[in-house]
């Protein structure tokens, strides 16, 4: 049984940083991209980050690029989104995903969701 486990949301301010952690488990594809989605309230889930099996390619939307970065822990089941300037704007339920296709930003692509964290910045 596949599953995707997040952590790390939380309650913070404006400019404050905060790091997501995303385990995989049950897995049987051998080698498998990871990404990062958000979802706002009333809003449509959106692509934040994505990364190959690798980690050698990495892909970011310009609401995020600069502030975001998406790294794959050791063992390769784990995916970090370290989340710095913070904006209010940011504030979503984050999903990690699987795909065994490449790290992209649609969401077709993904087979596997997690939950979800909940990340919420105060202005």
């Known amino acids: 049984q596949v599953q995707l486990v997040e952590s790390g949301g939380g309650l913070v301010q404006a400019g404050d940083s905060l790091r997501l952690s995303c385990e995989a488990s049950?897995?049987?594809?051998?080698?498998?991209?990871m990404g990062w989605f958000r979802q706002a309230p009333g809003k449509d889930r959106e692509f934040v980050a994505a990364v190959s099996w690798s980690g050698g390619l990495i892909g970011y939307p310009d609401s995020v690029r600069g502030r975001f970065a998406i790294s794959r822990g050791n063992p390769k089941n784990l995916v970090y989104l370290q989340m710095n300037s913070l904006k209010p704007e940011d504030t979503a339920v984050y999903y990690c995903?699987?795909?065994?296709?490449?790290?992209?930003?649609?969401?077709?692509?993904?087979?596997?969701w997690g939950q979800g964290t909940q990340v919420t910045v105060s202005s």
């Open positions: 049950g897995i049987t594809f051998s080698r498998y991209a």
């Open positions: 995903a699987v795909s065994r296709w490449a790290a992209s930003a649609g969401l077709k692509d993904y087979e596997y």
